[in-house]
């Protein structure tokens, strides 16, 4: 089981999609993920939404152009990005066991998809998504590294998140602090970007 579903149970889908909503109409960019991903590859690229929840990231970058799938287990995320986009390709998957999707130009992994993994299945993601990508494709992850940016006790580090890059034939290419693309200077919080190699 994931930690995300530990976590949630599994049924948190409307209750997270009315937080977002409620951070939007307060005046809050909720779409920085959206916005970093969107300079690092043209309009019209392949975007795979990996862990993509309510589908917030995917729908954003449909609006802007991309062409964007979405990847989730939790079936009442999904709903909600369904109910939201329903002509959009929404898919109810494991990413450690994620298999039959290729030529993405990106693939962005944001909301602590990393460290709620089910435990030992990490490895296996990473390796998963950096196979969905075309060669010179971007996988972008950001995600807590201590307490206070993560809803449960930290589990990834940096140095092993990039191992398990590394092994799956991806190079680091940039580290940001935040989604704003601040320079990484150490800190709780990591956006990393990798590419696999031309």
Sequence with gaps: ????AELTGGGSGAE?????ARLADSGVDVHGEATLCASLVPAGARVLD??????????RMAELGYDCTGVDLDVSMLAEARRRAPEMSWIEADLATLTGLHGFDLVVAAGNVIPLLAPGTEPAAVRALAGALRT???LVAGFGL????LPIPPSVELAEYDGWCEASGLTLEHRFATWDAAPYEGGGYAVSVHRRPL
């Design 16 to 20: 997270y999609a009315s937080r977002f």
């Design 146 to 149: 201590d307490a206070a940016h």
């Design 1 to 4: 089981m994931s930690r995300w």
């Design 50 to 59: 990996a862990g993509c929840g309510t589908g917030r990231v995917a729908i």
């Design 136 to 138: 010179g494709g971007l």
